[in-house]
């Protein structure tokens, strides 16, 4: 069982914002700020999306941004578009170990 | 642009050991900027984290693989591999490689394209 929980599946319509949860233990974030966030389309190979909770790296687009509150971090995808239905993987260095959240299926409508 | 690929073979049978490659280019191996990882995703489950190199020797893994993973690096030919002992069913996953960043901050910013391992007899 993973350390990270997220929710299965979220959904939205082009356009619209969503939000995809990452709850976590105190261990599992290990009293880091960082937390990454990676696109994952089947077949491909995963993207660095978001790292050290807030931040984009080059090429991503601003529609994507990172939040974290106690111990729980968010990924906020605004302004939908049909190209971002994709796998999202939450993930934790914290120290000695990483772990990944289960991942959450985004289906855009 | 770097890339990473990796190789090895697709079929391992029970009891064995998995061995797998990741060759880099573009960049090298031993900056002492990065560290090197191997993460697996079994069919229709969620990543999982092996666990990672550092160029100056160190290492760690997953707690629940720890006593049968072995990570090394090979910085004469840019690559760094993965040795999982006694496989079963379970193991039987895709295989990716990726890069890290080491200090202050943290992501994996480059990944292979992933590569099939079934465990079978």
């Known amino acids: 069982q993973s350390a990270l929980t997220q929710p299965r599946s979220v959904s939205g319509s082009p356009g619209q914002s969503v939000t995809i949860s990452c709850t976590g233990t105190?261990?599992?974030?290990?009293?880091?700020?960082?937390v990454s966030w990676y696109q994952h389309h089947p077949g491909k190979a995963p993207k660095l999306m978001i790292y050290?909770?807030?931040k984009r790296p080059s090429g991503v687009p601003d529609r994507f941004s990172g939040s974290k509150s106690g111990n729980t971090a968010s990924l906020t995808i605004s302004g939908l578009q049909a190209e971002d239905e994709a796998d999202y993987y939450c993930?934790?260095?914290?120290?000695?170990?990483?772990?990944f959240g289960g991942g959450t299926k985004l289906t855009v409508l | 642009q770097v890339q990473l690929q990796e190789s090895g073979p697709g079929l391992v049978k029970p009891s064995q050991t998995l061995s797998l490659t990741c060759t880099v280019s573009?960049?090298?191996?031993?900056?002492?900027?990065?560290?090197w990882s191997w993460i697996r995703q079994p069919a229709g489950k969620g990543l999982e984290w092996i666990g990672r190199?550092?160029?100056?020797?160190?290492?760690n893994y997953n707690p629940s693989l720890k006593s049968r993973v072995t990570i090394s690096v090979d910085t004469s030919n840019n690559q760094f591999s993965l040795k999982l002992s006694s496989v079963t069913a379970a193991d039987t996953a895709i295989y990716y490689c990726?890069?890290?960043?080491?200090?202050?901050?943290?992501?994996?910013?480059?990944w292979g394209q992933g590569t099939l391992v079934t465990v079978s007899s």
């Open positions: 990726a890069r890290g960043f080491v200090g202050a901050t943290h992501g994996f910013d480059y």
């Open positions: 573009g960049g090298s191996i031993s900056s002492s900027n990065y560290y």
């Open positions: 190199i550092y160029t100056s020797g160190g290492s």
């Open positions: 105190s261990s599992a974030f290990g009293g880091y700020n960082y």
């Open positions: 050290d909770v807030g």
């Open positions: 993930c934790s260095y914290a120290g000695s170990y990483t772990v």
